[in-house]
């Protein structure tokens, strides 16, 4: 019987989910608070396990994500930072982002946050300023839905990059 090809990332996402899946319950809460900070979020993901496979974890993820209530939203996305800029950023893009941070914060009283995974520095600074500029046209309800999206975005980022080993990766945010 053949044995299946493995590349070398199986073994790694294989034996990192092992241990998230055997880890003590406040191990694996500290674990996912890390990658979205609700408490009700990761106790929910956290008190399913254990998962076959990451993708069947990504999944509960999402739908774990969908379903947060206004309180458990608030309680995530203030404890997100803002999208760090490339070091050489030139100062006129540092002012009008600053700006624009300031103007979504003080219409909607949270971070900003965008999920720019996979993008150059110079592609990821584009879309946050666009995105900034178009979510700040939202009301607050499209706005939290958006939000909420991203969020979500950004948990499967980096749930992901902790279960695979790939560490942060820049400009998650």
Do not use: K
């Amino acid at each position: 019987m053949p044995v299946p090809a493995q590349t070398r990332a199986t073994p790694v996402a294989a034996s990192s989910l092992a241990r998230f899946n055997a880890a003590p319950a406040d191990e694996a809460v500290g674990t996912l608070l890390s990658c979205l900070n609700s408490r009700h979020w990761a106790h929910r993901l956290a008190s399913h396990r254990p998962y076959p496979d990451l993708p069947s974890l990504l999944a509960a993820a999402d739908e774990a994500a969908y379903d947060l209530p206004p309180g458990d939203l608030a309680e995530a996305l203030a404890a997100e930072t803002l999208p760090a800029l490339p070091e050489d950023t030139y100062a006129a893009a540092h002012t009008a982002l600053s700006a624009a941070y300031t103007a979504y914060e003080a219409r909607f009283g949270h971070a900003f946050v965008i999920c720019v995974e996979g993008m150059a520095a110079h592609e990821a600074l584009d879309h946050v300023l666009t995105g900034i500029r178009s979510r700040l046209a939202n009301d607050p309800d499209e706005e939290r839905l958006a939000a909420a999206d991203e969020l979500r975005r950004l948990a499967r980022t980096r749930l992901t990059d902790t279960l695979t080993g790939a560490g942060e990766r820049a400009g998650d945010h």
